[in-house]
């Protein structure tokens, strides 16, 4: 080379040398390959973060060739450079259009793909001088690839991700360096394909990452991708570890001397085969890959938290971003799915993504199997006449559908601009085709098609083509796009219609995310087109799917959670290691099976204890199936029969040593709808109390509450499944070091009611230590037994009107639908059932008459029976506006109400509606809650009271009084919630805007809720509401007190109510509680006028407030 061709750079490592080069238009480049940006990752630097290179080796340092690459995988491809290949592979290569321009021009990062295990940034795949020629700075990278970038062993000190670790440097390297080559650092976008454009997301959402960088662009990956999370990542590097001469009984000592003394070369000859025989087989499975690591691991992890939570974080800097796919990511897979058919036929679950969660369970899996296999080949067999049928599937699993996922949590959480494409341009530059075999009437764009319209490539001839052709136009229109972007944030100069993703809620989940992307198609600008709803019935089609097993599409199931296994009776199950609020560890075990399937002959009986797991070590890192309900917050229906699971949640830190007080959580939804997995209840919150959480899922509806006696249907099955899951935490809860002996029940809305009919049931009284009823007791009105016989029988007749035997009848309903079940039951309702009170149909029933009883008594018998509760500390109360769940009602249908007030007298009153003393009656409370003006629909917050009076606070008042007075072994804890907050987010669920705590609000102070994530500042009221909740709250499971007299960090104390002879007048009672509020407080009597004036009705009526009729 011609000396006055070289040119040199100065920088504070040394200076280096470099060489210009002419473009294809005439312009220079300035070319300076093989940079060092950090010490070469080699000897005791070996699987650690990379360290940044304070001087050269020499000075100068010729930099005129590109540097090593790292030691990867062979692929299909032509790429001879790959004998240069290295452990010391931590070299970067700059290309500028001018080193001293009058401004800095913007800077492009390209991280290459390769699936983690091959690939580099060599300008012989990689050439950026058609965008250079767009007056951009370009930085290609290599980076540490396969088990040398990506093993992780925390356990040994290897904490993984050493190859995005290394592309975090180089953003760090060009911050610290570019303005020396012309470039911006104030101006850096990342961009990449495939693994490159995974990578590209993951440092999106990692806020150590994004401080590099300021615009993004992934295509073709995103963190959602199945393949980019690495599977037991443990298992895997100790496999190879064994390959490499270590013994399975070895010692973390002798793996990690194992695995620093193997040569480079023979460790990625090996990776793939420490892999199962069965991921091996997979087509697409990459042995070593990014994990999400634990945190304070390491301090420069990249992510610690699964990617849907990380991408609903608060960021401290917007970032525009791009996001696309090809119009059919799979296509380059025809060949491939040709060879492998008779795989694919003979396990058509190979079919469904990795991220859906139904590997552990056979029966979910062939029915995600058939509805796939039914959706996209018709219900076809699969042959050579379906892979094109195939090919969209793949498509999805591998890109597309992660991409869309990506999109929808951005636009849900972020505010930065979001543009979205779909490349679908086929021409002389779509070169993967040509090494693919894809057949040539298949003319739908591949992935990596986009590539060579950005880049040239020696090694795939590009220069051969005429810079006058349809592909070289194209190509000088996707450079121009993608330099726009990373000069002003927006692609919108150079195309005129690319609109930006539209924000939504997060809360929003009963609106579907549409996908608006630009589609790629076209050199005439105006041609590129938007697709204003981008694949969207299969999108549609997934959507269900997801939500179907794993309770939300937005938390695809990801392999790359740190595990931690724990062996239980039944098997070991394996859960992943998850992060609290304040920075430590948890383990959540989910979707643990407690009982057999109650299916086929054992539908509406009594669930079995389950012996045995399925299978060996059964996967726990997801929810699994909920019982059969609809959604209330989307609609739609979800579940199974097959969903008597739990979720146990451990403090990582105490899995050694003293055992810890457990508190078993019973979810609400009107014995019909609900589940206690973590959308709604993540229990985070007060695992940072030190205490073991177990929510639990039960049967619903009639499935759970089915009453038919004479055919051996006792009812009460769902109370059955939850004393069974009571044992189950008895036998087993020490394995997760919980205390079996310190168990507190607690539970909200129809789930205090189960719990308070627990505390009454002498079967259930020996699982459980202490109590906690939430707006929900035995006495509360749409809790009591109602005509459930009744309703099994009209329920059956809806099923089939010919059945008139009891027998018939169950047959009948042992073949319907669960659904079916479901979706009838409010047909089942009396007329009177239907115009007063909540509308439940199904409900729990006094069983004294059955082999094995659960509620001998009537719940008003129980209560009124001497020291029928025995020595179980209770807490119980509700919210200030409870009824604002139900008021909606009295806004519906004003003239009912207007014309009937007699439907807002409560049942447990001896009246009779149809009497003058009733229309009297109704007058009487018209008048207390509405004034001379009387009632009207828009007086929202009178209604409110008064439905909270009828279905909570009276009959809560009536539980306190019975148990001050009957139940004398049994501390009682009252209270009412007030605080409305910007966690109260029920209320905001509802949207109306009466001032008060709603029906549930309280819970969202005790549990994350992870369908509508909401951030609070530490030092608001909201977070100091929620500190004081769980703190009271596990207090009470800890010490049965909820402000013990040690506890200093409460600024109150909470008195329990003090016994009172059953005999004592009604005057000597008054109900102390603790009115939770930002600054909490004791008072008397909460709601004290209104419940004066239903004291003297109860006295009129009943003979007195205690008296009321619970068994009418």
Sequence with gaps: MAEERKVTVTLPAGTIIGQKLALPNGDDCFAFKGIPYAKPPTGELRFKSPVPLAAFASDPLECLTEGPCSYAEETRFPMPFVDNKSEDCLYLNVFSPNLQPDQPVPVLIWIHGGGFF????????????????????VVTINYRLGPLGFLALPSVGINGNMG?????????????????????????????????????????????????????????????????????????????????????????????????????????????????????????????????????????????????????????????????????????????????????????????????NVRDDQQARQRAIEQTMSYFLQDRPISTETIADIIPILSDNFNTYAAYLAAELHARYQSAPLYCFVFSYVGELSVFRKHLNIPPEQTAASHGDDVYYLFSSNLMNTQSIDEGSDAAKFRAFCCRVWADFARTGTPGSTVEQWNTVPRMS???????????????????????????DCFAERFQFWNGLFEQFNGSHLLPKISGQSRIHVELNGGTVSGVVEKLPDGNDFCAFRGIPYAKAPIGRNRFLAAEPLDRFPVPVLDCSTERDTSVARNPFNQKWQGSEDCLHLNVYTPQRHLKGDLLPVMVFIHGGAFKYGNGNSDCYSPEYLLEQNVIVVTLNYRLG????????????????????????????????????????????????????????????????????????????????????????????????????????????????????????????????????????????????????????????????????????????????????????VTRRLFKNPELYRAGMQRMIPRSINIDLRSPAARQLANELEQLYFGTAGYSPNRKAECTDLVTDYAYAISSQIAAELHARYQHRSPLFFYRFDFDGALNLYKKYLAFDVPGAYHADELC???????????????????????????????????????????????????????????????SYRLPYLKITAEPQMAIDPHRERIAFWRRVYRTFNGGFTKANFQQ
């Design 164 to 356: 995005l670790k290394d592309q975090r440097m180089s953003f760090r390297w060009v911050r610290d360096n570019i303005e020396r080559f012309g470039g911006d650092p104030n101006n850096v976008t990342i961009f990449g394909e495939s693994a490159g454009g995974a990578s590209v997301h993951l440092h999106y959402l990692s806020e150590g990452s994004r401080k590099y960088f300021h615009k993004a662009i992934a295509q073709s990956g995103t963190a959602f991708n199945e393949w980019v999370w690495q599977r037991e990542p443990e298992r895997r590097a100790r496999n190879l570890a064994r390959l490499l001469g270590a013994s399975e009984s070895d010692s973390d000592e002798v793996v990690l001397a194992t695995l620093m003394g193997a040569s480079a070369e023979k460790m990625t000859t090996l990776q793939y085969q420490a892999m199962t025989e069965y991921e091996q087989s997979w087509l697409l499975c990459f042995p070593f890959t990014p994990i999400i690591e634990p945190d304070g691991g390491s301090e420069d992890a990249i992510l610690t938290e699964h990617p849907s939570e990380a991408a609903k974080r608060s960021f401290q800097k917007e970032i525009p971003l791009m996001v696309g796919t090809t119009q059919e990511e799979a296509i380059g897979l025809w060949s491939f799915v040709g060879e492998k058919l008779p795989m694919f036929q003979n396990d058509p679950g190979r079919l469904l993504p990795t991220t859906l």
């Design 1005 to 1067: 102070y005790l549990f994350h809720m992870r369908m509508a994530p909401k951030t609070v500042g530490a030092h608001t009221a909201e977070a100091c509401v929620r500190r004081y909740m769980c703190r009271m709250w596990t207090n009470f499971a800890k010490y049965g007190h909820p402000t013990p007299p040690h506890d200093e960090s409460l600024p109150f104390h909470w008195d329990p109510v003090p016994v009172v002879d059953p005999e004592a007048p009604e005057g």
């Design 702 to 885: 009639p499935l759970g509450f089915l009453h038919l006696p004479s055919q051996g249907v006792e009812g009460n099955a769902a109370l059955k499944d939850q004393l069974l899951a009571l044992r189950w935490v008895s036998e087993n809860i020490g394995r997760f070091n919980g205390d079996p002996g310190n168990v507190t029940l607690f539970g909200e809305s129809s789930g205090g009611v189960l719990v308070h009919l627990h505390l009454l049931s002498p079967a259930s009284q020996p699982y459980f230590h202490k109590a906690i009823c939430q707006s929900g007791h035995s006495l509360t009105e749409f809790g009591l037994p109602n005509d459930t016989l009744g309703n099994s029988r009209r329920l059956a007749r809806q099923v089939n009107p010919l059945a008139e035997s009891d027998a018939e009848m169950l047959e009948s309903l042992r073949h319907a639908s669960p659904r079916t079940l479901a979706e009838m039951d409010q047909r089942v309702l009396t007329e009177t059932e239907r115009d007063r009170g909540l509308p439940i149909p199904f409900r729990p029933v006094v069983d004294a008459d059955t082999t094995h009883p659960i509620l001998p008594l009537h719940p008003a018998v129980a209560m009124r029976t001497k020291n029928h509760i025995p020595d179980i500390p209770v807490m119980m109360g509700y919210n200030v506006c409870d009824g604002a769940s």
């Design 118 to 137: 091959a690939g580099s940034g060599h300008s012989a795949q990689y050439d950026p001088e058609y965008l250079v020629q767009q007056g951009v700075t």
């Design 506 to 532: 997060g809360t929003d989940t009963a609106t579907r995310f549409q996908l608006p992307a630009l589609e790629l198609k076209s050199t005439t600008p105006l041609d590129n087109a938007m697709i204003e």
